[in-house]
């Protein structure tokens, strides 16, 4: 029975180191660069009010879209460059402190942020004679750093984002091995510098760092990657080779035995020091500005970019140029690196250069240009809720977690963020209008990530050993070479070696060949020569000894001033060290008020927001209010002219009914008194009729007054006719005085009543084509067109008064007919009696040739009626009426 060994635990790993609340803390810087117009007349929606603060201004095309509104937004950063801003003066401002920095062992990161064509690439990268952001850092570290350079391959990358150590001769083995592989590779020794970057810097422009340590030794290497489709790629990576699978042309040949393979993307690790870095990632140790940046160019080709709507160049990519900064202490001769892993300081910048965020409806994208879009606006997105939780969990305290991972770009980079470094941002902005929308946006987002505070990087420990050292190294091989200059020796490091002059010192050996035994010249020779070397030898000693004893002198007495210099530095050093307790302390209390006061002018802001809100409610309110209260004085202006007309409408219509009320029972009481007197006349005639039938002619007596009229002439009442009319069933209708139509071709319906008398007038009225009727009926008015009454009455004169009521008939929608009266024709018999009658009666009755009132007003009403004949009536076979009624007095 075999027993499986037992698996030991893998050790828990550290937890990262976290920021205390005493740690300094910055926020991140945030610069603006606005790029020029491409056309002179192009609209321009931003404008430079000072050198931290920009104005935006809405483009006319969106006015008219957002009803007429006017808003100008301003926005501050650190600092903002103009379209007039040189290369030069950008770098002083934003990238020089950076580089600072990276000499003196501290982490830095810079990245461009903006819309697409907004001069990212530009600011970053440069051009001929106008040398960006990255050529100027390169050439600012090794002006810095050039004296004090380490022999390449001394300091050796590991697969772990560590730095390791070589002795000069595997650094030697090392440079030999490489050069003997790369003269297999290139012939020539010394390539050309390309022409697109040999002129970035001007000499003029050249700068350097201060207070460079010259006791350590420096090595920089550099490492290119891009993040295409949130994936790493290496571009500073040889493509490989496949030998196996050829190239074949479309004749069936190989075209190559070998070709390229497409290159793997790589992964983010994390180290031992919890910084994340790119596994497999090629670092090149360079040794000159020319060279970092060829270097750069050959990476450069490689990166993805496209021809979009919008930019003709446009990076599909995000790339970032990483610069590491190797540093170890010399050792205590000053002459050879510390062979101590633990004291070498790896300090990095990265140069970020984001791809432009776009829209794809103004770049037209399709197929893999839309996918690239996408994934560059979702890693922006990514790096803007970075952002956003960052400031929320400075501002209000609390602990989200940051979403880093869910981009290349922010886990990349969160070391940077959690205080491993500073941080800068140069947003680019294009100032065109017809990028505003996308102009608004990186505004906003730069507005929010100055808010963000980041820890402030410590400084390194410094080494133990006495500072100078490099100094001292130098110093004794100067005065070696001087004291070999008054012996004649050679003086230039050129020359031969101290070991080849002391050999050239000695005499030349005899030929020591014998060829013959009994040979006794040969060997006291070479003794003689020998010895001769050995006195020389021994005399050398004595001199070194000397020469060592008052070197070694020398620098004893070095060493005691050294030692009190030291002393002497020490004291101030401990002096220094209690003044930068006292300085954290009052910086401890400093930033706790900053952040103190920044939390009371956030709560401020939003308690400002907040109240500009509620009044803007109120005034939207009161402006409400008052619109009410103006409707509502309208309104009651309205209503009292309204109850003031009403109360007229009803004071004038109660005085016209009341005035109507008299007039109509003075109407009755005069129709009854007409009544009463035409059945007097009446009576009269009728007497005179038999008294005429009996051949006695009496004399006519004086007919009776009529009754007098009221005194209001419009209140007259019209006679009682003889003859019965229909009853009125529609409005009268005014008549008009026209020639008589009787004689025409239409059929007529002759309505005579039977109480009508035959009259003996030589004028009768004949209708040919009419139909007799003593009734009307609905059968006889549809078969005819007009319609006549024959109506008789007493006229003022006594006499009977024929009039012939005329009439159109017409269907109704009830399906009756009804009668329009349109016309009246008189006949009228007079008597030379009356005359004398009418003379005799003039006092009490009306002036002659002036109809009395009362005939006129009853045959117009009577002639302003409507007859429907429908079936069913209740009076007589298919009449019925519709009218005006007689209101009977209450």
Not at 360 to 375: F, H, P, Q, V
Not at 384 to 400: D, F
Not at 627 to 652: C, I, Y
Request: charged share 30%; hydrophobic share 30%.
């Amino acid at each position: 029975m075999f027993s499986r060994p037992v698996k030991g635990k893998t050790p828990r790993r550290p937890a990262p180191k976290k920021p205390s609340n005493n740690t300094l803390k910055d926020p991140v810087g945030v610069y603006c660069r606005v790029r020029p117009l491409s056309l002179d007349d192009q609209e321009c929606c931003v404008e430079v009010i000072s050198s931290t603060t920009i104005q935006l201004h809405l483009p006319d095309g969106i006015k008219v879209n957002r009803n007429g509104e006017y808003k100008e937004t301003q926005y501050s950063f650190k600092k903002v460059f103009g379209i007039k801003t040189s290369q030069m003066e950008l770098f002083e401002d934003v990238a020089k402190p950076l580089v600072d920095d990276l000499i003196h062992g501290k982490n830095g990161l810079l990245f461009t942020y903006g819309v697409t064509g907004s001069g990212k690439t530009y600011t970053m990268t440069g051009s001929p004679g106008q040398g960006g952001l990255l050529p100027r850092s390169l050439d600012m570290i090794f002006n810095s750093i050039g004296p004090y350079q380490a022999k390449r391959y001394v300091f050796k990358t590991d697969d772990k984002n560590g730095m390791e150590i070589q002795n000069q001769v595997d650094a030697l083995l090392e440079r030999q091995k490489r050069e003997s592989q790369q003269s297999l590779k290139t012939p020539s020794s010394k390539q050309k510098l390309d022409p697109e970057f040999a002129d970035m810097i001007a000499p003029e422009e050249a700068c350097k760092a201060e207070a460079v340590d010259d006791d350590s030794s420096y090595s920089v290497f550099v490492s290119y990657i891009e993040i295409y489709n949130n994936y790493i790629y290496d571009l500073l990576e040889e493509a490989p080779f496949d030998p196996i699978k050829p190239k074949w042309n479309g004749g069936g040949t190989p075209l190559r035995s070998t070709e390229f393979i497409p290159p793997q993307s790589k992964i983010l690790r994390e180290d031992q020091n919890h910084n994340m870095y790119v596994a497999g990632c090629t670092e090149l140790e360079v040794k000159s500005t020319e060279e970092a940046f060829e270097v750069f160019w050959r990476g450069q080709k490689k990166r993805r970019i496209a021809n979009t709507q919008l930019n003709r160049e446009s990076s599909r990519s995000h790339s970032v140029f990483i610069i590491k900064l190797a540093q170890a202490p010399l050792d205590a001769d000053g002459d050879n690196v510390l062979q101590d892993k633990s004291q070498v300081s790896v300090s990095q910048l990265c140069l970020v250069d984001l791809a432009g965020s776009e829209r794809t409806s103004r770049t037209r994208a399709e197929g893999s240009r839309l996918r690239e879009a996408g994934n560059i606006n979702q890693s922006l997105m990514t790096l803007r809720t970075c952002i956003e939780v960052l400031r929320e969990n400075q501002m209000c305290g609390t602990n989200k977690m940051v979403p880093y991972r869910d981009s290349k770009v922010t886990h990349l980079f969160k070391n940077y963020f959690d205080g491993e470094g500073k941080v800068r941002m140069i947003v680019c902005i294009n100032p065109k209008a017809d990028d505003y929308e996308e102009t608004m946006l990186v505004m906003r987002f730069a507005e929010m990530t100055q808010e963000v505070e980041v820890a402030r990087p410590v400084d390194r420990p410094i080494c133990g050993f006495t500072a100078g050292r490099r100094q001292r190294n130098q110093a004794f091989k100067e005065e070696l070479s001087r004291r070999l200059e008054e012996r004649g020796g050679p003086v230039n490091g050129d020359n031969p070696s101290v070991i080849e002059l002391l050999l050239q010192s000695f005499p030349p050996l005899p030929p020591s060949e014998l060829t013959d035994p009994s040979d006794d010249q040969t060997l006291p020779r070479l003794i003689a020569v020998l010895e001769k070397r050995h006195r020389i030898r021994q005399m050398i000693t004595e001199e070194y000894n000397k020469a060592a004893d008052s070197l070694k002198a020398m620098l004893q007495e070095f060493d005691s001033t050294l030692t009190a210099k030291e002393n002497f530095i020490h004291e101030q050093r401990g002096k220094l060290g209690e003044k930068d307790r006292l300085l954290v302390t009052h910086k401890t209390e400093i930033d706790r008020l900053e952040k103190k006061c920044k939390t009371l002018e956030y709560k401020i802001d939003i308690l400002q927001k907040t109240t500009n809100i509620y009044e803007e409610d109120k005034r939207t309110l009161q402006q409400e209010l008052e619109n009410r209260d103006q409707k509502l004085q309208r309104e009651l202006s309205d209503k009292r002219r309204m109850e003031a007309r009403m109360h007229g409408v009803v004071s004038e219509t109660k005085m016209k009914w009341e005035k109507e009320c008299e007039r109509r029972v003075a109407a009755k009481q005069m129709e009854m008194q007409n009544k009463l007197w035409v059945k007097d006349e009446k009576l009269k005639q009728l007497k005179a009729i038999v008294t005429e039938g009996k051949g006695e002619r009496p004399e006519k007596p004086e007919r009776p007054e009529k009754p007098e009229r009221p005194s209001r002439e419009k209140d007259r009442v019209p006679q009682r006719s003889v003859s019965p009319l229909p009853v009125p069933t529609a409005p009268p209708v005014r008549p008009r005085h026209r020639r008589s139509r009787s004689a025409g071709g239409e059929r007529w319906v002759d309505h005579k009543p039977a109480s009508n008398l035959e009259l003996d007038t030589v004028m009768q009225p004949n209708i040919p084509n009419a139909i007799k009727v003593s009734a009307p009926s609905e059968k006889a008015l549809s078969k005819c067109e007009k319609y006549v009454l024959t109506h008789q009455e007493i006229a003022s004169d006594g006499e009977i008064e024929t009039k012939l009521i005329k009439g159109e008939v017409f269907k109704t929608r009830g399906g009756g007919q009804a009668v329009q009266f349109t016309d009246i024709e008189t006949l009228k018999q007079e008597s030379p009696t009356a005359q004398s009658r009418k003379r005799r009666s003039s006092g009490n009755g009306p002036p002659q040739g002036e109809p009395m009132e009362g005939d006129w007003t009853d045959v117009e009403t009577r002639c302003s009626v409507a007859v429907e004949m429908r079936a069913g009536s209740n009076l007589g076979p298919g009449y019925q009426h519709h009218g005006l009624q007689k209101r009977r007095k209450p």
